[in-house]
């Protein structure tokens, strides 16, 4: 599952959609919007806009890559393209393999290569 969308983002139905008996381990990341900036400023909220195709391709390419490193074969990346307030699930990335050091690896790399690739424009709306 690799989607961008406007809605909120559901983590449990992502869990879900990965759950087999012959996975061992499930590991997932949600990502939230946090209350101050990295300056330390109250953030009202986050602007997170790019067209969902090119963002789908984006987090269609790093699970490929994924896939490729450790051979996992389900992974889910799911990012919020909306206006979202403190709290609101932004990102969700998880991924289920036979043993928990895979997993835990691939769903930092998710992380990681997300941040990097997926080239949204965020707005901080911050308050005094």
Not at 86 to 104: D, L
């Amino acid at each position: 599952m690799f989607e961008a969308t406007q809605n909120p983002i559901l983590p449990h139905l992502v869990l879900n959609s990965l759950k087999r008996d012959t996975h061992g381990a499930l590991v997932s990341f949600i990502g939230t919007v946090r209350a101050y900036s990295a300056g330390g400023k109250r953030v009202l909220f986050v602007e997170c806009e790019g067209d969902k195709e090119v963002v789908e391709q984006e987090l269609q390419e790093v699970g490929d890559d994924i896939c490729q490193r450790w051979h996992i074969e389900d992974i889910a990346l799911c990012h919020r393209l909306s206006r979202l307030g403190v709290g609101e699930t932004i990102f969700v990335a998880a991924v289920a393999a036979p043993h928990r050091r895979e997993a835990f690896q691939a769903c930092q790399y998710a992380i990681d290569r997300v941040k990097e690739r997926v080239l949204l424009r965020e707005t901080l709306a911050e308050g005094a």
